[in-house]
């Protein structure tokens, strides 16, 4: 994490004279707080360098807070200029070393390690798409329940994954598999046939009982159609 810069940018504390007239307040020690009522106070303040400890945050002679550094990670303060009777006014970090630090992703890309978690709206479907520049369609899109699609960018989304039923992820489309496919389940249905366990041919293999067993067992499989006769 890092420490954060604020104040110095027209900030001013400000109170009401005579007749309610707005007037600057030098001299007033302010405090920092992470809520707008109750909370706690931040006292872990640091001068312009980064290092140095601010004993207490007071504003200059023209009524401005000086620039400080906030606790490690915190980019939002309230800050009370009235000896803790309030209100509090919130603040926001004046740097944009959140960027440097990682705190935030650029808009030109980099490198996320930490889990990233998206909370919508229930309107809201979609939760990540990508596309080229030029294209008219999204190219990949990811919505709230793990649905993907994938498209070629110039025509509308064809290619589909998603979660079809407990413990069942489903395509409607075609799937190619450039390596060894190795099943690990229990049972297996091929052209639509119901799933079955792996079955056992039985019979002698001197007659036709070991064949019309194995024919019967591929057919259960759904690998053949039996039209065999007796």
């Known amino acids: 994490?890092?420490?954060?810069?604020?104040?110095?940018?027209?900030?001013?504390?400000v109170g009401l004279g005579t007749g309610n007239a707005a007037v600057l307040?030098?001299?007033?020690?302010?405090?920092?707080?992470?809520?707008?009522?109750?909370?706690?106070?931040?006292?872990?303040l640091t001068d312009t360098d980064g290092t140095t400890p601010l004993v207490s945050l007071v504003t200059d002679g023209n009524g401005a807070i000086p620039q400080f550094f906030g606790p490690d990670g915190v980019t939002e303060m309230y800050l009370d200029a009235n000896g803790g009777a309030g209100p509090r006014r919130r603040t926001l970090t004046t740097s944009f070393r959140s960027y440097v630090d990682g705190t935030f992703l650029p808009l030109s890309g980099g490198t996320r390690t930490g889990?990233?978690?998206?909370?919508?709206?229930?309107?809201?479907?979609?939760?990540?798409a990508s596309l080229v520049v030029t294209d008219a369609f999204d190219r990949y899109r990811r919505d709230t329940?793990?649905?993907?699609?994938?498209?070629p960018g110039n025509a509308t989304r064809d290619t589909n994954l998603y979660r079809d039923a407990v413990d069942s992820l489903r395509t409607d489309d075609s799937f190619t598999i450039g390596q060894t496919l190795k099943h690990l389940g229990a049972q297996a249905g091929f052209y639509?046939?119901?799933?079955?366990?792996?079955?056992?041919?039985?019979?002698?293999?001197?007659g036709n009982a070991a064949l019309g067993s194995l024919?019967?067992?591929?057919?259960?499989?759904?690998?053949v159609v039996d039209n065999t006769t007796a």
């Open 145 to 151: 329940s793990g649905r993907q699609d994938w498209g």
């Open 115 to 128: 889990t990233v978690t998206a909370s919508l709206s229930a309107a809201t479907s979609v939760v990540d």
């Open 215 to 223: 024919i019967a067992a591929l057919a259960q499989l759904g690998l």
């Open 192 to 206: 639509g046939a119901a799933p079955i366990a792996r079955p056992t041919v039985t019979g002698s293999r001197g």
């Open 1 to 13: 994490m890092a420490r954060y810069r604020f104040g110095g940018i027209a900030d001013y504390v």
């Open 25 to 44: 307040r030098p001299g007033v020690t302010v405090t920092c707080w992470n809520a707008d009522f109750g909370g706690t106070q931040h006292t872990d």
